[in-house]
Nanobody, 121 residues
Framework: QVQLVESGGGLVQAGGSLRLSCAAS????????MGWYRQAPGKQRELVAG???????NYADSVKGRFTISRDNAKNTVYLQMNSLKPEDTADYYC???????????????WGQGTLVTVSS
């Protein structure tokens, strides 16, 4: 069984920075893409940023130039550096991984439990 554990959320003033971490544990054949999603109250969950095993990245337009996703494959950890935070970035942030299981190499999608980011104005 694969688990994703997030950390790093909290309360920050507008213009501040936070760094989220997500560590994967368990067993798998391979981890392909990893990413961060967020869900604000009353809104749908949306992709914030994603990164492939090779390091290619993509970002939501709303965070381009402010957020940076990175990945340490040796530690099975993905990070999200968030700078110049705005009140509209307030949301629950969820880590996501697409992987192949170790036994049958089936495609699996795994989610973390979420970490709350609150940006005050």
């Amino acid at each position: 069984q694969v688990q994703l554990v997030e950390s790093g959320g909290g309360l920050v003033q507008a213009g501040g920075s936070l760094r989220l971490s997500c560590a994967a544990s368990g067993s798998w054949f391979s981890i392909n893409t990893m990413g961060w999603y967020r869900q604000a109250p009353g809104k749908q969950r949306e992709l914030v940023a994603g990164i492939t095993s090779g390091g290619s990245t993509n970002y939501a337009d709303s965070v381009k130039g402010r957020f940076t996703i990175s990945r340490d494959n040796a530690k099975n950890t993905v990070y999200l550096q968030m700078n110049s935070l705005k009140p509209e970035d307030t949301a629950d942030y969820y880590c996501n991984a697409n992987l192949k299981d170790s036994l049958f190499r089936r495609d699996l999608e795994v989610w973390g439990q979420g970490t709350l980011v609150t940006v005050s104005s």
